[in-house]
């Protein structure tokens, strides 16, 4: 089992950054894949990005593509998620979602344990 805990999250006008951590404990996340997944008001959750346990692949949402970088610090058991140029559509409830390496990273049906999420919003 591992848990996930998001920080980072808040308020930020346009055009700013936010940079969003997720801690995990209970086991090691070097042999993870990590992704980030938000969920919009009224929405389902979608994904945003994620990264294979080794950190060598990485996947983004269009949406979020040039703008967000996720990175991981196995040695920390933490995942981060650099959001930079934020506009108010990335207004969102963000969670950290775990998949066992032997699954595929890209696919969020492979994400089997999820932090409590953490809120962000974009004021225009």
């Known amino acids: 089992q591992v848990q996930l805990g998001e920080s980072g999250g808040g308020l930020v006008q346009a055009g700013g950054s936010l940079r969003l951590s997720c801690v995990a404990s209970g086991r090691t996340i070097s042999t993870l894949s990590m992704g980030w997944f938000r969920q919009h008001p009224g929405k389902e959750r979608e994904s945003v990005a994620q990264?294979?346990?080794?950190?060598?692949?990485?996947n983004y949402a269009d949406s979020v593509k040039g703008r967000f970088t996720i990175s991981r610090d196995n040695a920390k058991n933490t995942v981060y998620l650099q959001m930079n140029s934020l506009n108010p559509d990335d207004t969102a409830v963000y969670y950290c979602a775990a998949a066992p390496a032997f699954r595929s990273y890209l696919s969020p049906a492979s994400y089997n344990y999820w932090g409590q999420g953490t809120q962000v919003t974009v004021s225009s």
């Open positions: 990264i294979t346990w080794s950190g060598a692949a990485t």
